[in-house]
């Protein structure tokens, strides 16, 4: 029990990812600003934010339901941390069977969302409502590439749904990005993480230019602290969680760490690289693009994995 | 008598008291009502730890109760009890009170007796005495409530008929009713079509498509507690027990019928849902969900191995405590605000909590959000598919997608009515003084909580409660291929909540604020508020998506309407005869007489 609490609170869970997540958002803010011909912010700036925050008063909007407004960033804190959690036990020892499988990370993942929805309702605010509903359409929207991706593997791999069994099996066969059908469900699986992770160019809930933040617009102080290392330790986690399903996580034993932390910039990179030169879609477009060429492009991926391909 | 009467004869006679009692006593009938429904309940716990009971009638056995019929009878006890007392506050004051209480009662014992029936014709009996009691149940809504009442029963009673065909053809293939004894292999067409009536029997009971139909219009004029009791919990018990029964024991399935209901299935979830989405009005949207979630039911029993089944029927369980939940929410919301149109409601969250958090744990549960109760047996259910394609089944993907997305966008309904009851802006309708608590009284709350209660319960000890005292019992030789403790979960939730906490202590939360909305420093008019019904247009204005919706709008999809054209179209020309004149039918009647006159002669 003292040894869970131990892996959930300081390592992997809460204090690692979130010190991850805080330089992961810092290599973040100093790319896009080398993008821009900038110079961008110092390493701990992150950090300062997320202090500063802690220290600015709280309010609370006057329509909205009080209790659930400041509960709602805890849960998906929450949630967040114990995927993380998850994740990485399962790539140090992935013979041990720990908390879920597949499917269980796949819903806990959906939680983080779920707090941001209730939260901007809470707000009692138009455009939070509106947000959030947006919000809750980007869900739709890619959720359904997002399953068909991510059982793409579980296809290859004879049905195996408990994570170390995926990590095993890439270990004594290939990693699944080396097939054609694994392939294609690793760049439907990127795209998807991008609108899970409503960065441009499917920051359509928050969208500051036009609803002013969408689902945030009433947080401040100590929530929004929340809400904002919750995003971050995301950054860090869904990545992560990608890096397991294709390719082959990372090995703890010398080189390998390297190696494998090499593949979770890749990914790093790419999500940058792609908010930095897109412009914003409107909701019905990223619904057309998730419910149209995405989920035909998975559904294609599927069926080479049924080939064998 | 035997132990395993009582249930069915305490309910018919305390009911038939309620009946007789004179309307001054009132509160002796309420009384009388609820100890009639503790009795029963008392007696499916006596019957559950006493299982397996069974009677015989020279040497027939007539009544029996094994591990699948246990818990269910359990669960029909608890929800008479928590219905019955519910409603005494309800449905206070309204028109034929005694004989609500009466068929209630009624719909209890007649439920129990379904569930204990080994012989098929009993099992007859029951069933279409059910069928009568919810239509008679839905005519307590008034006059309004008779056209639902009337379809109801076409459609219920419709497959009733059909249930009659497949039991006369299991007799003539067996030669016995006793459904303990019978065991046949679906080769040829007569075992399949004895299957099929009786699935849609079970479809049309359960509420999956394409019987589902009478759901929706029951849910929006029968009085709350009537849909919450039959269509969203016990119809459910009994029609998804029946079609467990069907597929493990009286039929050995075959693959052609389990993909069958798989088809059913999955096409109920995500065709059910999406009209959900798109509903205005409180009612009706979970009497969607009602129809959608049978589909997961249908979908497990179809995969036809072990953990599918067992999640199917677990689901069932589930099924039956958080939408009956949901729906006593509703009626709470409704007792308040004489109201349950979305676009009128909001705001609700502050004055009545506990109905919010009841209503949102519920919510959660039946999107399968971890750790509550229907995600663990929505994860049953997605193991049963994947076992599926273990064996060889290619067109898994399509069930798996199908059950997983269909909880996605079950989330968004439910979000959007999170949204338009409780959170949200308060509307003009929104009861007065705003900053009072305004909660429904303790009989009201008390059920609901409690089945609240049973959402968590049976998520966070998913193991120890549900599945080892009624599930494992039921369905045999169960492996699970991935694994969940919800325990664990819950306690890391708890644990990562109080790490959260103790950042905002942190924090300088003492300087808490309240102040108005900020909307990019307008004011927001009063009347301009955003009301969460119009949330999914964009997905309901999305190409071919939009002709669908048009379509069912207009009733195209639903077998009632549809069967009355075909009706109609029949006795259009049969009409023209009949003209009411007298002399025009004597010379009918006289021609007819003379050609068969004719005949007889010639013959």
Redesign the interface.
């Known amino acids: 029990m003292a040894k869970?609490?131990f892996y959930?609170?300081v390592f992997p869970g809460?204090l690692f990812t979130a010190l991850v997540g805080l330089l992961v958002s810092w290599i973040d803010r100093k790319v896009t600003a080398r993008v821009q011909w900038r110079v961008g912010p110092p390493l701990l700036q992150p950090l300062y934010d997320f202090v500063k925050?802690?220290?600015?008063?709280?309010?609370?909007?006057?329509?909205?339901?009080?209790l659930?407004f400041?509960?709602s960033?805890?849960?998906g804190?929450?949630?967040v941390?114990?995927v993380s959690?998850l994740l990485w036990l399962v790539m140090i020892s992935p013979k041990v069977?720990f908390?879920?499988?597949?499917?269980?990370v796949?819903?806990?993942l959906?939680?983080p969302s779920?707090c941001v929805?209730?939260g901007g309702?809470?707000?009692?605010?138009?455009?939070a409502?509106?947000g959030?509903?947006r919000e809750?359409?980007m869900?739709?929207a890619y959720?359904?590439p997002f399953?068909?991706a991510i059982?793409t593997p579980?296809?290859q791999a004879?049905?195996a749904?408990?994570l170390g069994d995926l990590l095993q099996y890439q270990w004594a066969n290939s990693i699944f990005l080396n097939s054609w059908s694994g392939l294609i469900a690793f760049v439907v699986a990127i795209i998807c993480m991008q609108a899970k992770l409503a960065l441009v160019p499917f920051d359509i809930p928050e969208a500051e230019t036009e609803i002013?933040a969408g689902p945030y617009?009433?947080y401040s102080?100590?929530?929004l602290?929340?809400y904002k290392l919750t995003r971050w330790m995301m950054l860090f986690v869904v990545p992560m969680f990608l890096v397991i399903m294709f390719m082959g996580g990372i090995v703890f034993s010398g080189w390998h760490i390297l190696w494998g932390i090499l593949k979770y910039v890749l990914l790093l990179v790419i999500i940058i690289l792609m908010r930095n030169t897109n412009p914003r879609l409107r909701?019905?477009q990223a619904?057309?693009f998730f419910?149209g060429p995405m989920t035909i492009l998975a559904v294609v991926g599927?069926i080479l994995a049924?080939l064998g391909l | 008598m035997n132990l395993l009467h009582y249930l069915i004869i305490i309910p018919f006679i305390v009911g038939l008291f309620c009946l007789v009692i004179p309307k001054k006593l009132s509160k002796l009938r309420d009384l009388l009502a609820i100890g009639g429904g503790l009795a029963t309940f008392y007696f499916t716990i006596v019957i559950f730890l006493r299982k397996p009971v069974e009677w015989f009638y020279n040497d027939l056995l007539l009544l029996k109760v094994d591990n699948l019929s246990g818990f269910i009878l359990l669960a029909i006890g608890l929800f008479g009890v928590l219905i019955v007392l519910y409603s005494l506050k309800f449905m206070a004051g309204k028109e034929r009170l005694s004989e609500y209480y009466t068929y209630l009662l009624w719909t209890i014992g007649g439920a129990c007796g379904a569930i204990l029936a080994n012989n098929l014709i009993l099992l007859l009996v029951f069933w279409g005495f059910l069928g009568l009691t919810l239509y008679l149940l839905i005519g307590i809504g008034g006059p309004e409530a008779t056209p639902a009442a009337k379809k109801t029963f076409i459609i219920v009673g419709g497959s009733d008929c059909l249930m009659i065909l497949g039991i006369a053809i299991i007799w003539s293939l067996t030669g016995s009713l006793q459904m303990d004894n019978i065991s046949i292999h679906l080769t040829g067409l007569l075992p399949t079509v004895a299957f099929l009536a009786l699935a849609i029997a079970s479809f049309a009971k359960a509420g999956a498509m394409p019987m589902h139909t009478w759901i929706p219009d029951c849910a929006e004029k029968a009085p709350i507690p009537v849909t919450a009791f039959l269509p969203a919990s016990l119809d459910k018990l009994l029609g998804i027990y029946l079609l467990g029964r069907i597929a493990m024991d009286i039929f050995v399935m075959n693959k052609a019928m389990g993909t069958l209901l798989l088809i059913v299935g999955a096409v109920t979830i995500i065709a059910a849902v999406m009209m959900a989405l798109v509903q205005h009005d409180l009612k009706k949207l979970l009497s969607y969900h009602a129809v959608s979630q049978v589909g997961y039911m249908v979908l497990g029993i179809g995969t036809g191995n072990p953990i599918g089944i067992a999640g199917g029927i677990f689901h069932m369980l589930n099924h039956a405590i958080y939408k009956s939940c949901l729906f006593l929410t509703g009626g709470a919301v409704e007792h308040r605000t004489q109201t349950t149109n979305l676009n009128r409601l909001g705001?609700l969250?502050?004055l009545m909590p506990i109905t919010?958090i009841t209503c949102?744990i519920a919510a959660?549960s039946i999107s399968?959000?971890?750790p509550f109760n229907g995600?663990v047996s929505k994860?049953m259910i997605?193991?049963g598919v994947?076992?599926l394609?273990?064996d060889g089944d290619?067109l898994w993907?399509i069930w798996?997608?199908a059950a997983?997305?269909g909880s996605?966008?079950t989330?968004?309904s439910f979000?959007?009515l999170?949204?338009s009851v409780?959170?949200?802006?308060?509307s003009p309708t929104t009861p007065r003084p705003v900053a009072k608590r305004n909660e429904v009284s303790f009989t009201m709350w008390m059920p609901m909580a409690i089945l609240a209660g049973l959402c968590v319960i049976f998520g966070v000890f998913a193991y120890r409660v549900p599945l080892k005292n009624f599930i494992f019992s039921a369905v045999p030789g169960i492996s699970f291929?991935?694994?969940?403790?919800p325990g664990?979960?819950t306690l890391?939730?708890?644990?990562?909540?109080i790490?959260?906490?103790i950042?905002?202590w942190?924090?300088?939360?003492k300087?808490?604020?309240?102040?108005?909305?900020?909307?990019?420093g307008e004011i927001?008019p009063q009347d301009?508020?955003?009301t969460?019904v119009d949330?999914?247009d964009?997905?309901k204005?999305?190409?071919p998506l939009k002709v669908i919706y048009k379509k069912s709008e207009k009733k195209l999809f639903d077998i009632y309407d549809q069967g009355a054209r075909v009706i109609f179209l029949f006795t259009k020309g049969l009409k023209k005869i009949h003209t009411g004149l007298l002399p025009t039918y004597l010379i009918w009647v006289l021609m007819g007489t003379v050609i068969l006159f004719f005949i007889l002669v010639k013959g």
């Open positions: 869970t609490l959930f609170i809460f925050l802690l220290g600015k008063e709280t309010i609370v909007p006057q329509a909205g339901a009080k659930t400041l509960l960033p805890l849960f804190l929450a949630a941390t114990i959690t069977t908390l879920g499988d597949l499917i269980v796949i819903y806990l959906a939680i779920i929805i209730i309702f809470a707000s009692g605010n138009p455009l409502s509106l959030a509903s809750m359409k869900v739709l959720e359904l399953i068909l059982f579980v296809i004879q049905g749904i408990r002013i617009i009433e102080g100590v929530p602290a929340l909701i019905d619904i057309k419910w599927v049924f | 705001g969250a502050k919010f949102l959660l399968g959000v971890p995600f994860w997605y193991q994947i076992q394609g273990k290619k993907i798996l997608v997983m997305f996605a966008l989330l968004a979000m959007k999170i949204h409780f959170l949200g802006s308060p291929l991935g694994f969940w403790s664990l979960a890391l939730i708890i644990i990562g909540i790490l959260g906490a950042i905002y942190l924090g300088n939360i300087s808490l604020r309240t102040d108005t909305t900020y909307v990019g927001i301009n508020r955003v969460g949330f999914y964009t997905i204005d999305l190409g």
